[in-house]
Every structure is written in C-alpha cells, then in structure tokens.
C-alpha cells in the first residue's frame, strides 16, 4: 500500500477582472496499492524469504502446479462426460454414442411412461440411474451432492447394472443388450467426472490454504477457491445457475 501527498503552487498568480490574485500551495493525498515483483535473488537480498518464507512460497507453486494438473484432469473427464472423446469417422463409436443416446432418452422420459410389464426391482433400479445420473427429479442434477450420497447413488447404479444383466442373463432381459452397456459406460464416464470434480475441488482449497500459510495466516482463514467460484457463478438474491 503507498499513500502519496500531491503538491501544486501557482507562484504567478491567478488572473481575474480585479488583476492577479497570489495563490498558496494546494495539496491532495492519494492512496493505491503497487505490485513489486522480485526475483528470488532479490527476495533473499532484501531479507524477505526468512523463517521459513522461500519453503512456503515453494508449496504455493507446487499447489498451483497440482491445481492445474487437476483441472486438465477435470476437462479430460468432462470431455469423455460428454461423448466429445469418440471419433466420428469411426463405425463403433458413432454406433456407441447412438446407444448413449438411447439410454439417455428412455431414462429421460416421465417415470409414469415406463412399461407396464417392468416389476417394482426393474423399476427401482432404473430409478437409481436416473439418480446417479441426474436424470432424476432432484434439481441440482447431482453435482452438489456430498460424498457420501454420491457413493451412496454410485452404489445402488452398480446393482442396478447388476440387476440388469442378471434378467439379460436368465433370458428376461428388460432393455437391449447394447443398451445395458452404453448404460454401463455412461455411469463409468460420471464416475470419473465425479472423482475429476472432487480433485479439483481439493486442489483448489489446497492451493488456498497453501497461500494463507505463504502469507502468515492461520489454516482456518484459508480461502476456499471453490467457495469463491461457487459465490461468483451463483450471486446470492439471484437464480441460482451452475452447480
């Protein structure tokens, strides 16, 4: 922070219709911030990176690079989230999304549309997909849900896939066979979005906690990085928009 006191003085006067008046110095005070940045050389030179200081500058820049390996980690996820990792040009890939298309179509329909003939397990497990893969009625679509509901729905989707392949298996299959899989393959893919999303989330917090120690404040005054993003895309007294 730098507070500067500027000065200025006329000696000539100020000219009127009564000739030139004498004037006086007239002073204002200002207040900004500047950013210095040293090398580390300099840093040391000026004392600046003792009891500690240049280990904990060091962590800020591993938590940083660990922050950055993640969300690379997080796109590759949502990229495979989305199908954008299958190729076009290639016939098993294209009849792959067409698959996930289906699934995603017949678990996106009204609940009360499913067919008559489906039992109260079929139904129950088709239910739990819809959960796990926010295609149910929750509205947060299953990005807010903690840790433990999300092991919880991951769960009940693996027996629901279980259930599944069991009646295929007995010769009462309930959907298409490729349809199981592409079912199987989407859960697969939100799992790995899910662990993408919560690895960045700890590198995020991490890496704050990283600059509050660089800085000299204690742990419980970390920033939460992500609380932060969360406030910024989500302003309180408005809509809330992005989970």
């Given at each position: 922070?730098?507070d500067?006191?500027?000065?200025a003085?006329?000696?000539?006067?100020?000219?009127?219709?009564?000739?030139?008046?004498?004037?006086?110095?007239?002073?204002?005070?200002?207040?900004?911030?500047?950013?210095?940045?040293?090398?580390?050389?300099?840093?040391?030179?000026?004392?600046?990176?003792?009891?500690?200081?240049a280990?904990?500058?060091?962590a800020?820049?591993?938590?940083k690079?660990?922050?950055?390996?993640?969300?690379?980690?997080?796109?590759?996820?949502?990229?495979?989230?989305?199908?954008?990792?299958?190729?076009?040009?290639?016939?098993?890939?294209?009849?792959?999304?067409?698959?996930?298309?289906?699934?995603?179509?017949?678990?996106?329909?009204?609940?009360?549309?499913?067919?008559?003939?489906?039992?109260?397990?079929?139904?129950?497990?088709?239910?739990?997909?819809?959960r796990?893969?926010?295609?149910?009625?929750?509205?947060?679509?299953?990005?807010?849900?903690?840790?433990?509901?999300?092991?919880?729905?991951?769960?009940?989707?693996?027996?629901?896939?279980a259930?599944?392949?069991?009646?295929?298996?007995?010769?009462?299959?309930?959907?298409?066979?490729?349809?199981?899989?592409?079912l199987?393959?989407?859960?697969?893919?939100?799992?790995?979005?899910?662990?993408?999303?919560?690895?960045?989330?700890?590198?995020?917090?991490?890496?704050?906690?990283?600059?509050?120690?660089?800085?000299?404040?204690?742990?419980?005054?970390?920033?939460?990085?992500?609380?932060?993003?969360?406030?910024?895309?989500?302003?309180?007294?408005?809509?809330?928009?992005?989970?």
């Amino acid at each position: 922070p730098m507070d500067a006191l500027l000065v200025a003085h006329d000696p000539g006067g100020r000219g009127g219709p009564f000739g030139r008046t004498r004037t006086h110095p007239r002073g204002v005070t200002a207040s900004t911030e500047a950013e210095v940045w040293l090398t580390r050389g300099q840093a040391e030179r000026y004392g600046l990176l003792g009891d500690g200081a240049a280990e904990r500058w060091d962590a800020v820049v591993e938590a940083k690079e660990a922050a950055q390996e993640r969300e690379k980690a997080l796109f590759d996820a949502l990229d495979r989230h989305l199908g954008l990792d299958r190729d076009p040009r290639s016939d098993q890939d294209r009849a792959e999304g067409a698959h996930a298309r289906e699934a995603l179509d017949l678990l996106g329909l009204d609940p009360a549309l499913d067919p008559a003939d489906w039992d109260g397990p079929v139904r129950g497990a088709v239910a739990a997909l819809r959960r796990h893969l926010g295609l149910g009625a929750a509205p947060d679509q299953g990005w807010s849900r903690g840790q433990d509901a999300v092991q919880a729905d991951r769960e009940r989707a693996e027996e629901a896939l279980a259930l599944l392949r069991e009646r295929e298996a007995a010769g009462t299959p309930v959907l298409p066979r490729e349809v199981v899989a592409a079912l199987g393959d989407l859960v697969a893919r939100r799992d790995g979005l899910h662990a993408a999303l919560t690895g960045q989330r700890a590198a995020l917090d991490g890496l704050g906690r990283a600059l509050a120690a660089a800085w000299g404040r204690p742990p419980e005054q970390a920033p939460s990085l992500q609380a932060a993003f969360d406030a910024a895309l989500n302003p309180e007294g408005g809509r809330r928009r992005v989970h």
